[in-house]
């Protein structure tokens, strides 16, 4: 399952993103920047490649309107150290490790990094900048060492935190930021695009759309992990309902086996829910209210599977094979 995505570090352009482009260059180019902003939104909506677009002009990149209202030069020297990851005024926090490891959130070690970081004067560039992506994922302790930063904040920094979860994060660190709001564009304006960067149809395109609920950088991965593959198989064991197909089972447990079972896993427990999710509105819709009931407890249980799996790591196929007796049950 290994991904061609590219990185937001990478990416010059911004669907849709003209809108946010403008709120934050009208309070640069009035001399009222805050020193630190909360990019809040759907995942997979092109916050972290904001943040980037925000970090280059920052730094000093040279502006390029090919590229949007914050586009910067591909082959400036400052965009080409953002990519490497070498610009001395860029620090940037998150579960990605170096060599490309997904961690289990951002160590409170690193987070300690940011007040030092922002105690110094800009080395080469206008400004210091830090990313925060996501956070999300700090843990209590790595929050405050947030929240240390922004009580101080400093003279020539700003720290951008990207939230796909706003309302669990500290409210003292909530009430310290300029909030930036990002929302899904419309699929007509983002379907041809998945379609070209992850090579499937316009109506797959669509499709992929449609689970991601518009954002496109969630599609694109949904893509690589195999989800249209995978709704295929949940519409095709919510049809045959009692029974089941034997087979197909087999197959989905297999594919639950590492090293990329567990992602694989929770695609399919989120690909299920959404399609109960489509069957209790269906339901009601047509005027079967306990049926739709018995449904919507079934869909609550299902939300909470990977969870519970995680947490005192359950057997994935076992876990399956309980969902599937309980949908055979209610069936």
Partial sequence: MSSTIPHPRTVFDLIGGDAVDGGFLGSLN???LHHAWLLVGPNGVGKATFAYRVARRLLGA?????HGLLGSDEDDPVSRQVIARSHPDLLVLQRETEDGKTRRGIPVDEARMLPDFFNKSPAIAP????????ADDLNANAANAVLK???????????LLVSHSPGALLPTIRSRCRRLKFDAPPIEATRNWLAECAGVSESEAESLLTMARGAPGKAWRLAEAGALELDEQVKTLLSMLPSIDEALISSLQDSFRPPFGAERFNLFFNILA??????VRDRAVAGRQLAAASWAETWEYLVSIPGMVEAVNLDRSDALLTALGRLRAIA
């Fill in 62 to 66: 040279a502006a390029d309107s090919r």
């Fill in 127 to 134: 400004y210091r900048v830090a990313i925060v992506d996501a």
């Fill in 30 to 32: 009035r001399g009222r």
């Fill in 274 to 279: 959404d399609n109960i999710h489509q069957l």
């Fill in 149 to 159: 930063t922004l009580e101080e904040p400093p003279a020539k920094g700003v720290l």
